[in-house]
């Protein structure tokens, strides 16, 4: 079978999207929210699946890793709970990497003053020099992806992207509650 839905071709997509909706069309569903939820998911699998094989194999960092040197790098040390959190990944996702990292001396443990439990971690000079090295690359990238939107163009599809996730940030905190 030929891909349809994971095609990089609009025509083949919407030809896609036209075959689901004719397979589901006797559901009650949001037809218009599926297509643009299902295309942020491709969207951001296809700019990771090319980061990570254009880019960041070539220094042996996978996507995960790469951006938790990138928030060490921009906010500097700070606790895992945080790291965790800004990297959107869980706690036990991050030992594994800081684990790997730490390997590589390219980020350090720094223990807390008063509590044995809690650690921070922080770049070493080498993992400052390597993500130093990489982002001029990644961003490069990241200009490539973007290419055949305007600039006003992309800065909507930032902005309606921030709205996504503010909706969705709001209806986990309600779920929480």
Known sequence: MSRRIASSKATV???????????????????TAMSAISNIYRAGSAVRNH????LLTDYDLSWVAFTVLWVL????????GHVA?????????LTGV???LQSRKLIKRIPHRDDRRRV???LTKAGER???QVFPEFNTHETLAVSGLTVPEQHELARLLR???KQVSSQIADDDS
Do not use: N, P, Y
């Open 130 to 132: 390597l993500i130093e």
């Open 73 to 80: 790098w921009i906010w500097g040390a700070q606790e895992t």
């Open 85 to 93: 959190a800004e990297a959107g990944i869980t706690k036990g996702t």
């Open 163 to 165: 709205l996504v996730l």
């Open 13 to 31: 997509v919407s030809r896609a999207e036209c075959d689901i909706r004719a397979r589901l069309d006797d559901h009650e569903l949001d037809f």
């Open 51 to 54: 980061m990570e094989r254009s």
């Open 98 to 100: 800081m684990k790997t």
């Open 120 to 122: 921070s971690i922080g």
